[in-house]
């Protein structure tokens, strides 16, 4: 199985170019995991026949949202955190919303493992949504994970977890490290937060197969023709449970892939366990 994720930022404009046409052909996805789609699945103009598709929409039209189109069905969708979850971490509404209705975060559970996709949310310049996501947000999302796979919502399953994580781990993450240490993507909260996924067992699938390799990134901002000259940062993933990250290969980025600020990621899987 081929398993993709793309922050799409903005689903429409995407197939309006007619990059999500080509996408499709160029790759032949069996799962597509998409982030910041901006819209409803009825303000979608999609013909898929091959695909099962669940869109979660945040509630202010135009924002955020997350889908996932898959070949197989899954058993079951869960929209957003769960309220245990919700309560428990005390995840905030701010000035920016509530970060419970922006349709961040689905999960799908299929025969052999839990897939989540997650568009986390952005510290913002000013950093005005960093507690949000370091203090509630992060810790959230882990201790959800924590209880897919333990078999909350289901039988105990392996979780495969994608998404723009808003965040560069480390150094080698992103072209500018030092002129950057501190803002935004790239403040040492925001950086151990992430590392919390990995010391909790989660494997980064792209950084275990390519320890070392350099300008390997995923987003690059419109000014100054930073894609172009690839100044860029990685802050999209695919991370997996431990029993399950054996059966993960060729994790891989798609610059070439136009029509978004942020390309596909992809790591193929086993259909079955080993």
């Known amino acids: 199985m081929r398993l993709f994720s ?8 995407v197939i309006k170019k007619g ?12 799962i597509i995991c998409l982030q910041e789609t901006k819209a409803s699945r009825d303000q979608v103009e999609l013909d898929l026949p091959a695909y099962h598709e669940h869109f979660y929409a945040a509630q202010k039209k135009g924002y955020a949202g997350t889908a996932i189109l898959s070949r197989t069905q899954p058993r079951q969708y869960r929209d957003g955190l769960p309220d ?18 922006e349709g961040r975060i689905i999960a799908a559970e299929f025969d052999n ?10 510290a913002k ?18 201790a959800y994970l924590k209880e897919l796979a333990a078999g909350a919502y289901s039988q105990p ?7 723009d994580m808003n965040v560069a781990h480390t150094a080698i993450d992103l072209a500018n490290p030092q002129a950057n240490t501190g803002k935004h993507g790239f403040t040492a909260e925001e950086r151990r937060g992430f590392q919390h996924y990995l010391d909790a067992g989660f494997v980064d699938t792209f950084r275990a ?5 350099t300008g390997a990134y995923t987003w690059w901002s419109h000014w100054a023709n930073a894609r172009a000259r690839n100044i860029g940062w990685r802050i999209d993933y695919w991370l997996a449970s431990a029993d399950i990250a054996p059966r993960v290969t060729n994790p891989a980025i798609h610059p070439r892939q136009m029509g978004s600020d942020h390309c596909p990621v992809s790591i193929e899987i086993s259909t079955s366990a080993r």
């Open 157 to 163: 399953k392996p979780v495969l977890y994608s998404g």
């Open 19 to 30: 990059a999500f046409a080509q996408f499709l052909d160029t790759y032949q996805p069996d």
């Open 84 to 101: 245990t979850v919700i309560t428990q971490y005390g995840l905030p509404v701010d000035r920016y919303g509530n970060p419970n209705d």
């Open 113 to 122: 493992f839990w897939l989540v996709t997650c568009y986390t949310p952005n």
């Open 6 to 13: 793309w922050n799409v930022n903005g689903i429409r404009a």
């Open 125 to 142: 310049g000013d950093l005005s949504r960093l507690q949000l996501r370091v203090n509630h947000w992060d810790p959230a999302c882990l």
């Open 209 to 213: 197969a390519f320890p070392e390799q």
